[in-house]
């Protein structure tokens, strides 16, 4: 399973962006997503993730209300949709991948969760 994240860049605070992940060598819709965060000098920070079939979502506190996770799996792609963005977005985003159908509170938010990892895509919001 690889994975190759894109969409980074860099945004005036309040605005937005798109991150696509997409997944090859693999079974995509067998496979629970996730986005990541880490920013410099800082623990990578759970962002948000997304079940099998896309059914639930889950989001860490500070993006709820304004990221949106999402996937299309005709197209073997996670996205997350990124607006209001603030300054303190600013990092380096991952996408990772599992091979368990469900994402819960007690599993699916830490990094440990995840099996397959793509690069970082920047990320940087300009105040």
């Known amino acids: 399973v690889q994975l190759q994240a894109s969409g980074g860049g860099l945004v005036q605070s309040g605005g937005s962006l798109r991150l696509s992940c997409v997944v090859s060598?693999?079974?995509?819709?067998?496979?629970?997503m996730g986005w990541f965060r880490r920013a410099p000098g800082k623990e990578r920070e759970f962002v948000s993730a997304?079940?099998?079939?896309?059914?639930?979502?889950l989001y860490g506190d500070s993006v709820k209300g304004r990221f949106t996770i999402s996937r299309d799996n005709s197209k073997n792609t996670a996205y997350l949709q990124m607006n209001s963005l603030k300054p303190e977005d600013t990092a380096s985003y991952y996408c990772?991948?599992?091979?368990?159908?469900?994402?819960?509170?007690?599993?699916?938010?830490?990094?440990?969760?995840?099996?397959?990892w793509g690069q970082g895509t920047q990320v940087t919001v300009s105040s």
């Open positions: 060598e693999g079974t995509f819709s067998r496979l629970s």
């Open positions: 997304i079940t099998w079939s896309g059914g639930s979502t």
């Open positions: 990772a991948a599992r091979t368990k159908p469900h994402v819960t509170r007690y599993s699916g938010t830490m990094p440990a969760d995840y099996d397959y």
